[in-house]
C-alpha cells in the first residue's frame, strides 16, 4: 500500500463508523416499508447517491458501486410508481367516463320512453276529441234534420188545410188536384233540397 493511500483507507474506515447509524435506521425502520413506499424510496435514493459519491472519493469501488446500485434501483421503482399511479389515474378516468357515458344512455331512454307516454296520451286525447266533435257534429246534424222535417210536416198540414178551404169554397176538383200535385212536388223538392244539404254536411266533416 502507497503511503498516499493510507489516509484514504482511515477515512474509508471512518465512513464506514459514521454510516453505521444509517445501516440501523435502514434495518430498523426502512426495510418494514413498502419497496415501493415514497419515504423509503427517497431514503435509499439519498443514502445511495451519497455511498456513490463517497466511494468514489475515497477510492473504495465497492461502496460506489452498492451506491449506484442502489439509487437506480429506487429511481427505477419511484419510476414505476409513478407509471402505476398514472395507470390508476387514467383507469379511474376512464371508469368515470364509462359511467358517465352509461348514465347518459339511461337518461337518454328514460326520456324517450317519457317521450313516448306523452305522445301516445297525446295521442288518445286528440282521437276522444275527435270523437266527441264527431258526436257534436252528428247531434247537431240530428237536431237540423229534425227541423227540417218539422217545418215539411207544417207544410204539409197547412197545404192540407188550404186544400180543405179550397174544397169548403167550391173550387174545381180538378185545379184542386192540380194544386195538390204541385204542393206535394214543391214538399217533395224541399225534402230533396234538405236530404241534399244533409248529404253535403256530412260530405265536409273531417
Request: aromatic share 0%; hydrophobic share 45%.
Amino acid at each position: 500500500m502507497a503511503i498516499i493511500d493510507i489516509p484514504r483507507a482511515v477515512l474509508r474506515v471512518q465512513y464506514r463508523l459514521a454510516r453505521t447509524p444509517l445501516q440501523i435506521v435502514e434495518d430498523r425502520v426502512v426495510s418494514r416499508l413498502d419497496a415501493e413506499a415514497p419515504a423509503r424510496l427517497i431514503y435509499e435514493r439519498s443514502v445511495g447517491v451519497l455511498d456513490a459519491v463517497a466511494g468514489r472519493a475515497l477510492g473504495d469501488a465497492e461502496v460506489a458501486r452498492r451506491g449506484t446500485a442502489v439509487a437506480e434501483r429506487s429511481a427505477a421503482l419511484g419510476r414505476a410508481a409513478q407509471l402505476d399511479a398514472e395507470a390508476d389515474a387514467e383507469s379511474r378516468q376512464a371508469d368515470e367516463q364509462v359511467t358517465r357515458a352509461r348514465d347518459d344512455a339511461v337518461a337518454r331512454q328514460r326520456a324517450a320512453r317519457e317521450r313516448k307516454q306523452r305522445e301516445q296520451q297525446d295521442a288518445v286525447k286528440t282521437a276522444a276529441q275527435r270523437k266527441a266533435s264527431a258526436a257534436d257534429a252528428a247531434a247537431d246534424r240530428a237536431t237540423e234534420n229534425k227541423k227540417r222535417a218539422d217545418a215539411a210536416a207544417k207544410r204539409k198540414v197547412e197545404a192540407a188545410q188550404t186544400r180543405k178551404k179550397v174544397a169548403e169554397k167550391g173550387i174545381d176538383a180538378v185545379e184542386d188536384a192540380k194544386l195538390a200535385a204541385a204542393e206535394r212536388q214543391r214538399d217533395d223538392a224541399a225534402s230533396t233540397r234538405a236530404a241534399a244539404q244533409s248529404t253535403r254536411a256530412r260530405a265536409s266533416k273531417p
